[in-house]
């Protein structure tokens, strides 16, 4: 009897014990991070975010009318979202840091669904992010790297994160957490200093673009910063690996192109990436009976390979020219251009990359000639567009972990020449010549670095393309 209820209880406690240690796993904030402290701000009424550079901006202007309209339609004869996912009607945010997309969509059905389609909308489950955050829950990286994850959360998942000081620190997981950059992340920011550093305004104001706009559920406010290519710096500026080299900077590439000059070719990043139309803001259940139907508004799918793959096909163009020379030789010269982009070719994740492939074909359509085979960088460097790593040694290692950076990237408007030349002997049964650019969300040692996952978004996909008869 003693024996038996020994081991029933024994069995409890360990049941207990397993349990609870899978709970704190799980439960726990990432190594390094505190408790969250709410009382924590920088400036009164801000919350704002970890230092990484300096940029200034400009402050905001108008304040609205927070009168209810009446609004029919629904049971009780008024239109109220409901925040933060809760029920109850109440015209009121709940007490979360912030809101979900869920509570925007009420009013915003349009914008919201946009903006589903957006890498913003999956930034927290990106694989390149993804596999960072994961591994450092487990414990599989080393401090630097763990480091890097949880910056890289400042901007992949900003709801997730709640800044004490110098401090990151890890929140509860919530809804707008898992929803990466949603609605309110960007609509409240109020002022930003560089990448990674930036401010929200109050819970209850929403940021954007009308000096106009009024909402009967929270307050507004006009933000000429939002209109800026200075309000994406906050998070597509400067990124330096883990020994301090420079892997991307997408602002930088921009402002030293025609497009950030004052003139008829300028441009902001939301001129490409949130094109403007003609259209309604407010278009759910609960959106006012008042609200304007026509006015200009921007595309939330936020353009670009991953949620809109046509931006690939005017990014570059290709110019060949092949000629046969007298003594039977085959001269090639391909141009590659950076024609339709305001910033470095590629951009953003270093992973990214473009290749040149370059092939002879025979009557029949066979390749009998390529300027490559396995290796671009190692076969036909130049026809390579991208960021290389190396570690001191000289590997080839992912640019997040190289000592050395080697940058063939193309700037704006940039035009990169590549000639070949081939015998007659090489070239006589050559009967078309294509030259042809793929963009690689991620190369082959990429994948591998970070474990086969998201595979399906890091296939490779095709850009232009042009083909030249040989006689």
Same mark, same amino acid.
């Given at each position: ?8 209880? &024994? ?24 408790? +969250? ?22 402050? @905001? ?55 589903? +389609? ?34 890289? +959360? /400042? ?22 957490? @898992? ?53 994406? !710096? @906050? ?17 930088? &590439? ?32 609960? @959106? ?31 110019? +060949? ?45 066979? !390749? ?48 990169? /020449? ?8 090489? &070239? ?37 393309? !042009? ?5």
């Amino acid at each position: 009897m003693i024996g038996s209820f020994f081991i029933i209880h &024994s069995r409890k406690f360990l049941a207990f014990f397993i349990g609870f240690i899978f709970l704190a796993a799980f439960a726990l904030p990432l190594p390094g991070a505190e408790a +969250q402290d709410s009382g924590a701000t920088k400036h009164k009424g801000m919350q704002s975010m970890p230092k990484q550079m300096q940029h200034g901006a400009d402050k @905001a202007a108008t304040s609205t009318d927070m009168k209810k309209p009446k609004m029919g339609g629904h049971a009780g004869g008024m239109k109220k979202p409901m925040m933060g996912g809760h029920g109850g009607g109440m015209a009121k945010f709940n007490k979360v840091k912030f809101e979900p997309s869920s509570t925007c969509k009420q009013c915003h059905e349009t914008i919201v669904q946009e903006w589903s +389609q957006s890498m913003h909308s999956r930034s927290r489950s990106a694989w390149y992010f993804s596999h960072k955050v994961a591994s450092e829950r487990m414990g599989m990286v080393c401090n630097n790297e763990r480091n890097e994850a949880i910056a890289c +959360q /400042t901007c992949h998942e900003p709801g997730g994160v709640y800044p004490f000081g110098d401090v990151i620190q890890k929140m509860p997981a919530a809804v707008a957490s @898992a929803e990466g950059v949603t609605c309110d992340i960007c609509h409240r920011i109020s002022e930003v200093k560089g990448t990674g550093e930036f401010s929200f305004g109050p819970m209850d104001t929403k940021l954007g673009p009308y000096k106009d706009s009024k909402s009967p559920y929270h307050k507004t406010l006009y933000s000429p910063l939002m209109e800026s290519s200075e309000f994406c !710096v @906050a998070c597509h500026g400067q990124l330096n690996n883990l020994n301090g080299l420079n892997v991307c900077d997408t602002t930088r &590439s921009w402002r030293k192109s025609k497009y950030a000059k004052p003139g008829k070719d300028a441009k902001t990043c939301q001129s490409c990436h949130m094109p403007a139309f003609s259209g309604a803001a407010a278009t759910g259940d609960a @959106a006012p009976d008042d609200a304007p139907k026509n006015r200009t508004r921007h595309s939330h799918i936020f353009r670009g390979p991953n949620s809109d793959p046509t931006i690939l096909m005017t990014a570059a163009t290709l110019v +060949q020219d092949v000629k046969r020379a007298a003594n039977g030789d085959l001269h090639i010269e391909v141009k590659v251009t950076n024609s339709g982009t305001g910033h470095d070719l590629p951009s953003g994740l270093p992973e990214r990359l473009i290749t040149l492939k370059v092939t002879g074909k025979d009557a029949s359509g066979k !390749v009998v000639w390529e300027n490559w085979e396995e290796n671009v960088y190692e076969e036909d460097r130049m026809a390579a567009f991208g960021l290389y790593g190396f570690d001191p040694k000289g590997g080839e290692v992912p640019p997040m972990g190289a000592s050395k950076i080697d940058n063939l990237s193309l700037q704006p408007d940039e035009t990169r /020449t590549l000639d070949y030349k081939l015998s007659k002997a090489d &070239s006589a049964n050559i009967r078309s010549v294509e030259a042809k650019l793929t963009y690689h969300a991620a190369r082959p040692e990429g994948i591998f670095y970070f474990g086969n996952q998201g595979l399906a978004s890091v296939k490779p996909r095709p850009m232009t393309s !042009v083909v030249t008869r040989v006689n």
